[in-house]
């Protein structure tokens, strides 16, 4: 198997939290050009932002391009052909945007371009997001029926065939990875259900914390529209809504009376059609180095084949949770079949305070993120382990410091 | 007066465009931190995205932070807090706002809540943007006037007064800096005619490229929203939406029934008044790179009092423009006193392809502006004077190649 990135360990024996930029040199020629190499810094382990490769910072670090400028115009025309490999689609009608702005962002386009107000919306919810892109998609006027998961489970495929044979909903969503529970769901089956009964109902896939780390094939699952966020499995800082239409997606789009100005597909669907053609194209300023970034992260991703990339993930997650379970730890998800590969969710241990094995991780090197599910706040921690940080060996050394972690607060 | 950059002229001999990041090493230490170096390139002197200071750029590429991190936290305080002194508001109750997005978002943001369906909007035309911002509030369901001002001119004041006296409109919209002609209007005296006429009208000014260049006084000219870009004389690569709104455009916002969601002001004013008082919230994962970029160049620009940030720009901008004249060549304003500050919108002189003399510029090593007015599409350029190339000398080469560039071609 390729190795994407070179795999060493950063041991981090000391280091001090900076915002001040600074490189190593790694040259002593005074003029020679050299590839950016980040600090020693603490490292980000949470479900997003994930730690960026060098990179991958360094072209967030390119001079100022004009827009429409040729070299900046080779570099979205890349992204955006490359985005159809990332989301195995191969049908040219089909669409790929990227808009600055957020993961959440993607929820407004679903709102403000592919339903309508008063039209029915299934929501599949395993977690806190999938609640919040039902709040979202309310405030556009759909009417949302929600199906809930139990905590750390998904949504049971009879319940979703019941819904679907009973009411004509215009689109179904679900949130591939719900990033508050680490449960993932089935989306070929879903997408497989919903086509055998309700083939006309648009399959919306929120893939925030899975486009990149699991399998999602666009075109042969019948997706019609998938959302993620550059921070995420993407490897890429904040500040991009990536997103993916199919070609009835993209229809329904251009037909919608507008509802909003900058999320509109209607505005963007030409740009992005310009730009993947070589040519600029203005509507409103793309984030040029943020998409550079882009640019660079996917030619990594893509360096080696996704399924590659994939089963990579798969071990480490598989491995990363093994050992938890060895530490006396219960993971989230009710099993690891349910269980996303780029995060954790995990139970804090019983007779251990939350804030204080967090502290320890900090004070280790290691940020992990706190809950967010409200009915388990305070009672578990999520790890992330996405993209760089699963080849740059920062998984193995973190399960090291939780280890040490847990026997120090054990004392 | 403080010099904000060294004031080294860049005389480009040859360069290369590139998108591959690459820093001069400048030291021989293989081990000490040495601050970021942008590589040669073609300068970009369109009216945004502007050219950007070495601190900035290295800050973009400032390795992965956790939005909710005590690191983060700080920059983002440290940004909301230099944003009040930017805008030049004390005012407690006034709110900034920075969003994932662009300039455009923030049009989004008026329609979207701060007015409602139904309500008058009158619209202040100096050119394409301001007509592109009626359109906009348009599809939020805002009913607007537009009164056109004559290619190159503003609106008289005579006109407002009228509209104003015979019609109750919720909000005024002036553009301060219109891009596509270079007019800058006179923000202070529309604020105080509508202060006396309708005081009830909220002020809403785009200062897309105003802010940071020409004097905008938010508390004591009574506006109630302004809202610019990060890419403009903010000087920070594309990617955010920065506004700010005063007390009353906030009430108005948080009152209004949402319409939309990842561009709410009641969803985005808990989190800012969060990070400014010192602590992480969520709501959606802010830009974390651009964000410490931003940071890095308000320092910078607050390095200097903003009257003398102003001074130099209108000196630099003058000289810029009295050059061009004494070339033969025409701005597109009427006259100086409409002219703007941190761009100019010139004439291709008589006898001369306009293609030829911006591809003679490129292969000198500027990117200007092709025009964009729909009524002199072809028959104009413009040139951006804003931040860091007017410290860093860049005007005063790009006019040398620019005399350069119209004796050859009229050879």
Redesign the interface.
Known sequence: MLRLFPVKRVVQKSFK???R????????????????K??A????M?P?????SD?V???????????T????V??FQSVLKNLRKVFKSTDPKAQPYVL??????G??IV??NLISPGDKVLVLATGFFSDSFA??LK??GAEVDVITAPVGDVVPLEEISKKLESTKYTAITITHVDTSTSVVSDVKAVSELVKKVAPETLIVVDGVCSIGVEDLEFDAWGIDYALT?S?KAIGV????SISFASERAVAKALDRK???????LKRWTPIMKAYESGSGA?????????I?AL?VSLDEILSESLDERFAKHEQVSTKFKTDLEKFGLKIVPVNHKVAAHGLTAVYFPEGINGPDLLAKLAAKGY?V?GG?HKALVGKYFRVGHMGYSVYAGHVDTLTKALEESLTELKK
Do not use: C, N
């Open positions: 939290p900076t915002t930029f600074s490189i190593r040199a790694i040259t002593t020629s005074a003029t020679m050009s050299v590839p950016y980040q600090a810094h603490k490292l980000t949470i997003g932002p994930i730690e960026f990179a910072l360094g072209a967030m670090a390119t001079p100022s391009q004009a827009h400028s040729p070299e900046f080779a570099t600055a702005g957020s993961g959440t962002l929820w407004d709102g403000a709040e979202a405030i556009y966020a921070q800082p904040a500040g991009l507008e509802s909003v100005f900058f999320a509109s203005y509507f409103a300023t793309p984030a040029v180095q943020t550079t640019k940020t993120a967010i």
